[in-house]
């Protein structure tokens, strides 16, 4: 908690051009490499690996002694892990991959989890010097096997650590047991009675080749995996962010097997590490959309298995009249199970929303790809569609209202998570329970389920009856039905836009004009006027940053009226940022420098890496781009 006075000269020096001179640059934005069975990050200043989660997620389940915290955390291995005694080198990806290369005086390092070993598995190679680590916690015990593998255990930690040397193996202190090889495979695992099976896996995946051989193999590999882009691309800038943003969207997505306390394979975490790596139904939306558009057929039907296999859900029937519902109304937990609440508002959130864009995704995908196997497949509450049918679209229209001659969704705290306490009718929520009918119809027409088809087109006319009627008067399209500053011109009404819900070419050039309100000092676009006075509060400066969805989805609409050249200039500002941080796409750029996003104005801070609301849209605004013009 920040001190009165604090505060008072915080927001003082935010509002003057003294703080930019003040402020410390910020550092690039974290590396990570992960294979959908754990992450590890490495901080490319100094090539340093500060982090080596063993499951693909920041926290696993709840947290039964507090049941509105993050919940219990994923465990993590390392404090440091360096190439040599000192702390001194950079670090990039290799070939726009998840290949992390270490350059240091007199040496060269990689980091990678192999896509090719299905365990949480962290591969590092180094020459000239030994690697030297730090543990996350108090090394515990560790017994060595034959051929110089180690078996580590922690304290505080349920997990141990499997060491297994890719390279000849010498002397070393037990308290630095990776200085005796120059290679190792460090896995995780969950049950150490899995050891020897582990060291078999490895010796398979391995093939007898050489470290600098598997780091070869690693990213033709990866390159294989890609998808032919479907874009014409500008400059060589947009085709690494491009393919760069391809890899953050492979390496968010969990592979992790389902199993009797876990159903999290397929999900797709938000941001990567460590900001963030959590599941959010509505990120995880445009993830999955961007990677079917791309071709990624495998990967975008995983995800919509997730949504459809994730549980338990539906904990929060009585706050949405009773209804059941499989898609969670804010994300998960990375065991797959429902986590109704967004921490940082210290207590539950509904965001209706969800259904909607859920809805959204397989309607996208189906038009992608002939899949009738997909409506078939049994999932945790029955088949696909009938899931789609009984338990999103049916809780959906239970949680809606009448409005004039029409419908809207009930209120909520939809697309920026606003307090439970602060509440609204949404324009966002009724709009993609539109586009989520309309898709849905849709859908219900290839199993012939000809009843359903007719009530979701004639649910979706009622509610854009009561859309147009709540949420556009005066001739003027708004955020929330209920008065505000805040939300009277909002960021989330350019989606709409772009998604078709309002057509009307006046109310259009409108909204785009009041989009002035929302332009930040750092160039862009925050999410709304934010209304917050308590410095104290985190939305107090969230939402004066600026969100770079918002951007992305200003540029499209942009493209839809012809001004080509005003979306370009904001694609082209954020692709030449990205290119100088390693192509990665933050969540924001500081506009107003404080305690919480520390930095110059302009410097990415947030979420970052982000997936769905980063490298999803930066791909789908490009595939737009292609369709538009």
Request: with cysteine.
């Given at each position: 908690?920040?001190?009165?006075?604090v505060?008072?000269?915080l927001?003082?020096?935010?509002?003057?051009?003294?703080?930019?001179?003040?402020?410390?640059p910020?550092?690039?934005s974290h590396l990570v490499?992960?294979?959908g069975?754990g992450?590890a990050?490495?901080?490319?200043?100094?090539?340093m690996?500060?982090?080596?989660?063993?499951?693909?997620h920041?926290?696993t389940?709840?947290?039964?002694?507090?049941?509105?915290?993050?919940?219990?955390?994923?465990?993590?291995?390392i404090?440091?892990?360096?190439?040599?005694?000192?702390?001194?080198?950079?670090?990039d990806y290799?070939?726009?991959?998840?290949?992390?290369?270490?350059?240091?005086?007199?040496?060269?390092?990689?980091f990678f989890?192999?896509?090719?070993?299905?365990r949480?598995?962290?591969v590092?190679s180094?020459?000239?010097t030994?690697?030297?680590?730090?543990w996350?916690r108090?090394?515990?015990?560790?017994e060595?096997f034959?051929?110089?593998?180690?078996?580590?255990r922690?304290?505080?930690?349920?997990?141990?650590?499997l060491?297994i040397?890719l390279?000849?193996?010498?002397k070393?202190p037990?308290?630095?047991?990776?200085?005796?090889s120059?290679?190792?495979?460090?896995?995780?695992?969950?049950d150490?009675r899995?050891a020897?099976?582990?060291?078999?896996?490895?010796?398979?995946?391995?093939?007898?080749?050489?470290?600098s051989?598997?780091i070869?193999?690693e990213?033709?590999e990866?390159?294989?995996w890609r998808?032919?882009?479907?874009?014409?691309?500008?400059?060589?800038?947009?085709r690494?962010?491009w393919?760069?943003?391809?890899?953050?969207?492979?390496?968010?997505?969990?592979?992790?097997p389902?199993?009797?306390d876990r159903?999290g394979?397929?999900l797709?975490?938000?941001?990567l590490?460590?900001?963030?790596?959590?599941?959010?139904?509505r990120?995880?939306?445009?993830?999955?959309?961007a990677?079917?558009?791309?071709?990624?057929r495998?990967?975008?039907?995983?995800?919509?298995?997730?949504y459809f296999n994730a549980r338990?859900?539906?904990?929060?029937?009585?706050?949405?009249n009773?209804?059941?519902?499989?898609?969670?109304?804010?994300?998960?937990?990375?065991?797959?199970e429902?986590?109704p609440?967004?921490?940082?508002?210290?207590s539950?959130n509904i965001e209706?929303?969800?259904w909607?864009?859920?809805?959204?995704?397989?309607?996208?995908?189906?038009?992608?790809?002939h899949d009738?196997?997909?409506l078939?497949?049994?999932?945790?509450r029955?088949?696909?569609?009938e899931?789609?049918?009984?338990?999103?679209?049916k809780?959906l229209?239970?949680?809606?209202?009448?409005?004039?001659?029409?419908?809207i969704?009930?209120?909520?705290t939809?697309i920026?998570?606003?307090?439970?306490?602060?509440e609204?009718?949404f324009?966002?929520?009724?709009?993609?329970?539109?586009?989520g009918?309309r898709?849905?119809?849709e859908?219900?027409?290839?199993?012939g389920?000809e009843?359903?088809?007719s009530?979701?087109l004639?649910?979706?006319?009622l509610?854009?009856?009561?859309?147009?009627?709540?949420?556009?008067?005066?001739?003027?399209?708004?955020?929330a039905?209920?008065?505000?500053?805040?939300?009277d011109?909002?960021?989330?009404?350019?989606?709409i836009?772009?998604?078709?819900?309002?057509?009307?070419?006046a109310v259009?050039?409108d909204?785009?004009?009041?989009?002035?309100?929302?332009?930040?000092?750092?160039?862009?676009?925050?999410?709304?006027?934010?209304?917050?006075?308590?410095?104290?509060?985190?939305?107090?400066?969230?939402?004066q940053?600026?969100?770079?969805?918002?951007?992305?989805?200003?540029?499209?609409?942009?493209?839809?009226l012809g001004?080509?050249?005003?979306a370009?200039?904001?694609?082209?500002?954020?692709?030449?940022?990205?290119?100088?941080?390693?192509?990665i796409i933050?969540?924001?750029?500081?506009?107003?420098?404080?305690e919480?996003?520390?930095g110059?104005?302009?410097?990415?801070?947030?979420?970052?890496?982000?997936?769905?609301?980063?490298?999803g849209?930066?791909?789908?605004?490009?595939?737009?781009?292609e369709?538009?013009e």
């Amino acid at each position: 908690m920040l001190d009165p006075a604090v505060r008072i000269a915080l927001r003082f020096i935010a509002a003057s051009a003294v703080w930019i001179a003040l402020c410390v640059p910020a550092t690039a934005s974290h590396l990570v490499t992960g294979n959908g069975h754990g992450f590890a990050v490495v901080a490319p200043e100094s090539g340093m690996a500060t982090k080596f989660y063993a499951h693909p997620h920041s926290f696993t389940r709840p947290d039964p002694r507090d049941p509105l915290s993050e919940g219990i955390e994923t465990a993590n291995f390392i404090k440091s892990l360096r190439l040599g005694k000192r702390d001194s080198g950079n670090a990039d990806y290799v070939d726009d991959s998840h290949v992390i290369r270490l350059r240091r005086p007199g040496g060269t390092g990689y980091f990678f989890m192999p896509f090719g070993l299905e365990r949480s598995a962290l591969v590092i190679s180094g020459t000239a010097t030994a690697w030297y680590v730090e543990w996350n916690r108090p090394l515990r015990s560790q017994e060595k096997f034959v051929g110089g593998a180690r078996l580590l255990r922690f304290e505080g930690i349920d997990e141990s650590l499997l060491l297994i040397p890719l390279a000849a193996v010498g002397k070393a202190p037990d308290a630095q047991p990776l200085a005796a090889s120059s290679a190792w495979a460090m896995v995780a695992l969950e049950d150490e009675r899995d050891a020897d099976d582990v060291i078999s896996d490895v010796t398979r995946w391995r093939a007898g080749l050489s470290p600098s051989q598997l780091i070869n193999r690693e990213v033709a590999e990866f390159n294989r995996w890609r998808a032919k882009p479907a874009v014409r691309f500008a400059s060589e800038k947009e085709r690494h962010l491009w393919r760069q943003s391809e890899t953050m969207l492979r390496i968010a997505q969990s592979r992790e097997p389902n199993r009797a306390d876990r159903h999290g394979n397929g999900l797709i975490v938000a941001a990567l590490p460590d900001v963030y790596s959590t599941p959010w139904v509505r990120d995880m939306a445009w993830a999955t959309v961007a990677l079917a558009r791309m071709g990624h057929r495998a990967e975008a039907r995983a995800a919509l298995l997730a949504y459809f296999n994730a549980r338990p859900t539906g904990k929060m029937r009585s706050e949405v009249n009773g209804a059941d519902y499989q898609i969670s109304v804010v994300r998960y937990f990375g065991n797959g199970e429902e986590e109704p609440f967004f921490t940082q508002e210290g207590s539950t959130n509904i965001e209706f929303d969800d259904w909607g864009e859920a809805l959204w995704v397989l309607g996208e995908y189906l038009r992608k790809y002939h899949d009738p196997a997909l409506l078939k497949a049994a999932t945790y509450r029955g088949s696909l569609y009938e899931t789609a049918r009984d338990f999103i679209v049916k809780p959906l229209m239970a949680n809606t209202e009448k409005y004039g001659d029409g419908l809207i969704v009930a209120a909520d705290t939809s697309i920026w998570e606003e307090r439970q306490k602060d509440e609204k009718h949404f324009a966002f929520s009724t709009a993609m329970a539109i586009m989520g009918l309309r898709e849905f119809a849709e859908v219900a027409r290839r199993p012939g389920d000809e009843a359903a088809r007719s009530q979701a087109l004639a649910d979706a006319a009622l509610l854009q009856k009561g859309f147009d009627a709540a949420f556009i008067r005066d001739g003027r399209l708004r955020g929330a039905l209920e008065p505000g500053m805040k939300n009277d011109i909002d960021g989330a009404l350019i989606p709409i836009i772009n998604f078709g819900i309002v057509r009307d070419p006046a109310v259009i050039r409108d909204t785009v004009e009041r989009m002035r309100l929302l332009k930040v000092a750092s160039g862009g676009y925050r999410r709304v006027r934010g209304t917050y006075t308590d410095p104290k509060i985190f939305e107090y400066w969230y939402e004066q940053e600026e969100f770079l969805f918002v951007d992305f989805q200003l540029a499209e609409l942009y493209r839809r009226l012809g001004r080509s050249r005003e979306a370009d200039a904001i694609l082209q500002r954020i692709t030449d940022k990205s290119a100088a941080d390693h192509n990665i796409i933050p969540e924001m750029y500081i506009a107003v420098p404080c305690e919480l996003f520390p930095g110059r104005i302009g410097d990415p801070t947030g979420a970052m890496p982000m997936v769905g609301y980063g490298a999803g849209a930066y791909v789908l605004h490009l595939l737009d781009r292609e369709r538009i013009e």
